[in-house]
């Protein structure tokens, strides 16, 4: 089994900066891809960001170049870095891989619990 464990959400100003992590333990044989996503109130859930095992990223026309994806494999953990948050980032944010139990197997997903992001002042 493997489990997600998310944290560094929390209320911010508009402006600020906010830092995620996102923490997978249990038996992991490789994390192919990490990922963010977040749900609004009444809304649906979507991506933010991704990042590959290579390092490539992807991200949300909406957080490019104020949101940045990273992660350390020894650690199997991700991390957001969210700089000039503005109110319509407020969400709660869920952290997302895709593990490989062994290397015989497809990578399944996974989600973390979700941690919540309030943008105001």
């Known amino acids: 089994q493997v489990q997600l464990v998310e944290s560094g959400g929390g209320l911010v100003q508009p402006g600020g900066s906010l830092r995620l992590s996102c923490a997978a333990s249990?038996?992991?044989?490789?994390?192919?891809?990490m990922g963010w996503y977040r749900q609004a109130p009444g809304k649906q859930r979507e991506l933010v960001a991704t990042?590959?095992?290579?390092?490539?990223?992807n991200y949300a026309d909406s957080v490019k170049g104020r949101f940045a994806i990273s992660r350390d494999n020894a650690k199997n953990t991700a991390y957001l870095q969210m700089s000039s948050l503005k109110p319509e980032d407020t969400a709660v944010y869920y952290c997302?891989?895709?593990?490989?139990?062994?290397?015989?197997?497809?990578?399944?997903?996974?989600w973390g619990q979700g941690t919540q992001v309030t943008v105001s002042s």
């Open positions: 249990g038996s992991i044989f490789s994390v192919p891809v």
């Open positions: 997302a891989m895709a593990v490989r139990t062994t290397p015989w197997v497809v990578p399944q997903n996974y």
């Open positions: 990042i590959n095992n290579d390092g490539t990223t």
